[in-house]
């Protein structure tokens, strides 16, 4: 059975993500590559489901945002970075201009048909 267009995007995002996680814990924390803003925001990542250790690899969050981000969306998803500001503690207009280009909400997404 042939796999579809999105789950295939999909894959790529998961072997995207844990190759960049693998050459971050090989080198423990020693910048090896150098991610400019024409390609680190292809990568748009899924707050509902998107790894932990994923979003710790966002800028400014750490265990407790990544925890709360978690916590906070999972019975609601966000459906902006202005619903994410507002409902998670600790995300402020600084930090979510930082992330929001390297996050997809409900409504970014195309509708289904």
Wanted: hydrophobic share 40%; charged share 25%.
């Amino acid at each position: 059975m042939a796999m579809s267009a999105s789950r295939r995007r999909g894959h790529q995002i998961l072997y995207f993500c844990v190759a960049i996680l693998s050459l971050m814990l090989l080198n423990r924390g020693r910048r090896v590559w150098n991610l400019t803003p024409a390609n680190a925001y292809d990568l748009k990542l899924d707050l509902r489901t998107a790894h932990p250790e994923v979003l710790m690899a966002l800028p400014q969050i750490g265990p407790a945002r990544m925890k709360a981000i978690r916590d906070e969306g999972r019975d609601l998803p966000f459906q902006s970075i202005g619903d994410l500001e507002r409902r998670v503690k600790g995300i402020g207009p600084a930090i979510s201009m930082e992330i929001a280009p390297y996050l997809e909400f409900e409504s970014d997404s195309p509708s289904r048909p």
